[in-house]
């Protein structure tokens, strides 16, 4: 994902990395009254944030763009899910 952030009246492309991980929430083979059942559901992915190449940006810089990803976290994560169902 990349993300555009104003920085002195220009736009600076900025490259993330999102940070996620694959959860599930089955509870697999288990029995019930002497009869044996397995319960399987989907995997799916969880978005615990996003991170970028700090060392490429300055201090201040760092700071526009950690405030950029708090505020929009929310539609980053619906944007980062919609373009990666196949992931």
Do not use: H
């Not at 002497?34 to 490429?56: A, H, L, M, V």
């Not at 201040?60 to 980053?76: G, H, P």
Request: negative net charge; glycine residues 4%.
């Amino acid at each position: 994902m990349i993300i555009s952030v104003e920085y002195k009246e220009d736009l600076i492309d900025v490259p993330l990395t999102t940070i996620r991980s694959l959860e599930n929430d089955s509870i697999g083979g288990y029995e019930y009254w002497g009869s044996k059942y397995y319960d399987s559901q989907p995997d799916y992915w969880i978005i615990e944030g996003f991170t970028w190449d700090k060392t490429q940006y300055s201090e201040e810089m760092n700071k526009l763009i950690q405030e950029y990803i708090n505020l929009n976290f929310e539609e980053m994560c619906r944007e980062e899910e919609a373009s990666s169902r196949d992931f």
